[in-house]
């Protein structure tokens, strides 16, 4: 068995990180610093057995230029959850590609989101009438 390597790639090695990787998971929010995080430039560099999975935001990807890579088959192949356009046109050309996957942005998903997430905001109810500090608290200044 091959030995693991770990390697940290910081926002502007992009196109290094995409050129070393087999498969590339985007989890991250929409931010003006995320916006096309993933351009034609670093698509152009991923390996041509290389995929792309989305489960972050649509804007995060330059989708052009994901779409024109995946239908001159320089990529494997893309898992999208989430598009630049929610939900995704008829006239999309994503959807009559073969070497895409799609589901209907619902990644996040699990059996027990619900109960979590009711449990969170109970908690919350609790913590803000005791006055004390609240879990996940979005940065409006930072965008999540």
Same mark, same amino acid.
């Given at each position: 068995m091959a030995a693991s390597q770990e390697k940290l790639y910081s926002p502007d090695q992009i196109e290094q990180?995409?050129?070393a990787s087999d498969y590339v998971v985007l989890a991250t929010p929409y931010t003006p610093a995320t916006h096309h995080i993933v351009s034609a430039a670093a698509i152009?560099?991923?390996?041509?057995?290389?995929?792309?999975?989305n489960v972050g935001r649509g804007k995060c990807i330059? #989708?052009?230029a *994901?779409?024109?890579?995946?239908?001159?088959?320089?990529?494997?192949?893309?898992?999208l959850d989430?598009?630049?356009t929610e939900p995704l046109p008829p006239d999309s050309p994503l959807w009559d590609l073969p070497n895409v996957f799609m589901s209907p942005h619902n990644a996040d998903r699990t059996k027990e989101f619900q109960f979590e997430?009711?449990?969170?905001f109970v908690q919350n109810a609790h913590r803000y009438l005791?006055? #004390?500090e609240? *879990?996940?608290?979005c940065d409006k200044a930072s965008g999540y």
């Open positions: 990180l995409m050129a152009a560099a991923m390996k041509p057995t290389g995929v792309i999975v330059d #989708e052009a *994901l779409i024109d890579a995946l239908r001159k088959q320089r990529i494997r192949g893309a898992a989430v598009f630049v997430s009711i449990e969170q005791a006055g #004390e609240l *879990l996940n608290v």
